[in-house]
């Protein structure tokens, strides 16, 4: 059973900058090697969107938003995956969530909310002067 635990959100000012972070724990060391892992976000009234994904081996999809803002990082030792958001905008409010896949790619496909399997609690992102 793979367990993720979001931190890193909070109030930022537009303009500002953030950095969340996903950490993984699961039966083995090597946890996190075995599973595309995804940010997404869900906004008060809107579904929840993918915002980023990124696979074992470092491959990495991007919403359209957030392409050239947003950079999703992994280290598989630490069994962490994060995103460095920059250039955050009040559109980037929502609650933030990191969830894994067990596949190889970080194809469109296996980064849709339908294809995740584990999710973490989520984590709140605000975005206010």
């Known amino acids: 059973q793979l367990q993720l635990a979001e931190s890193g959100g909070g109030l930022v000012q537009p303009g500002g900058s953030q950095r969340l972070s996903c950490a993984a724990s699961?039966?083995?060391?090597?946890?996190?090697?075995?599973?595309?892992i995804g940010w997404f976000r869900q906004a008060p009234g809107k579904e929840r969107e993918l915002v980023s994904c990124i696979s074992s081996s470092g491959d990495t999809n991007y919403a359209e938003s957030v392409k050239g803002r947003f950079t999703i990082s992994r280290d598989n030792a630490k069994n962490k995956v994060y995103v460095q958001m920059n250039s955050l905008q009040s559109e980037d409010t929502g609650v933030y969530y990191c969830?894994?896949?067990?596949?190889?790619?970080?194809?469109?496909?296996?980064?849709?909310?339908?294809?995740?399997?584990?999710w973490g609690e989520g984590i709140l992102v605000t975005v206010s002067s």
């Open positions: 969830a894994a896949n067990p596949a190889l790619r970080a194809t469109r496909r296996n980064c849709k909310v339908s294809a995740m399997e584990y």
């Open positions: 699961g039966p083995s060391p090597d946890t996190l090697n075995y599973y595309v």
